[in-house]
């Protein structure tokens, strides 16, 4: 539970990680809460962690993440809390 897949071509690719839930902006950045409620954004390789914690995940057209952590609150940018 908890794969992240890529669409390629006319099929699915894994990609690393386990994540609870996603969020992709319009300028393809791609962003997740990992199992561990982590947050996580795809550099091309992988996935580099950012501080904080949270249970979910949007992301805006220009790639910045808005998420909720535990306690209900709201952050936005890159650098959640």
Known sequence: AGAIYRR????WRRMPGAARD?????NG?????GTDSGTYRWNGR???KV???AVG???GRAGKPWVVNAGR???????VR
Do not use: E, K, L
Not at 29 to 33: K, M, T
């Open 8 to 11: 390629a071509g006319n099929g």
């Open 22 to 26: 996603i969020g992709v902006g319009a």
């Open 29 to 33: 950045a791609v962003w997740v809460i």
């Open 46 to 48: 992988g996935w580099t």
């Open 57 to 59: 995940i949007s992301v």
């Open 73 to 79: 609150v709201i952050f936005r940018g890159s650098r």
């Open 51 to 53: 501080p904080g914690a």
